[in-house]
T-cell receptor, first 110, second 117 residues
Framework: DAKTTQPNSMESNEEEPVHLPCNHS???????IHWYRQLPSQGPEYVIH???SNVNNRMASLAIAEDRKSSTLILHRATLRDAAVYYCILTTSGTYKYIFGTGTRLKVLA | GAVVSQHPSRVICKSGTSVKIECRSLDFQATTMFWYRQFPKKSLMLMAT?????????EQGVEKDKFLINHASLTLSTLTVTSAHPEDSSFYIC?????????????FGNGTRLTVT
């Protein structure tokens, strides 16, 4: 399974944009990049996913590098409610598994 | 849409007893469901993949006789922890997809915190 690497933790000020990076240098052509976040004592929540093109939805934007070896989740205006662990995962068409890495713990400062 | 309900949210049981956790997709049909386990301050660990009407596929190191998974319908999967012991205490989370293939987002239940005394 292709692996992702994320910083263990990041901090952001409230109402400022946050860029959460993810490296996936061994990604293959058919792997999708998914992002989920998990608040304490809850199940993860789907945020966004994409293959090659940048993606936008009401929660966030996903910027995918041209070589697809990295991606960035962008929260346009961080709020206190965005404090969570953010997971970047690759989903492989062959094995159809969703393997979670260690994630990035985002702290939002008021 | 795409709501997954997991029940119970918390359960305390005595060592040696069995516990059943239910995972339901409320507003969609879930061809595939996944079961995860999570220890405090750790990431989610995939336990098994469950397809409706067929046997679950377990990850390496997960005892299939210990963690019985049944996916009898397109909206219900169950995880039974048999003969539970204190080391089985953990946060168990189910998830389901609305479609097939790796282009489908996962939708998660809110987890079940199991404590075995």
């Amino acid at each position: 399974d292709a692996k992702t690497t994320q910083p263990n933790s990041m901090e952001s000020n409230e109402e400022e944009p946050v860029h959460l990076p993810c490296n996936h240098s061994t990604i293959s052509g058919t792997d999708y990049i998914h992002w989920y976040r998990q608040l304490p004592s809850q199940g993860p929540e789907y945020v966004i996913h994409g293959l090659t093109s940048n993606v936008n939805n009401r929660m966030a934007s996903l910027a995918i590098a041209e070589d697809r070896k990295s991606s960035t989740l962008i929260l346009h205006r961080a709020t206190l409610r965005d404090a969570a662990v953010y997971y970047c995962i690759l989903t492989t068409s062959g094995t159809y598994k969703y393997i979670f890495g260690t994630g990035t713990r985002l702290k939002v400062l008021a | 849409g795409a709501v997954v309900s997991q029940h119970p949210s918390r359960v305390i049981c005595k060592s040696g007893t069995s516990v059943k956790i239910e995972c339901r997709s409320l507003d969609f049909q879930a061809t595939t469901m996944f079961w995860y386990r999570q220890f405090p301050k750790k990431s989610l660990m995939l336990m098994a993949t469950s397809n409706e009407g067929s046997k679950a596929t377990y990850e390496q190191g997960v005892e299939k006789d210990k963690f019985l998974i049944n996916h009898a319908s397109l909206t219900l999967s169950t995880l039974t922890v048999t003969s539970a012991h204190p080391e089985d205490s953990s946060f168990y989370i189910c998830s389901a997809t609305t479609g097939q293939g790796n282009n489908s987002p996962l939708h998660f239940g809110n987890g079940t915190r199991l404590t075995v005394t």
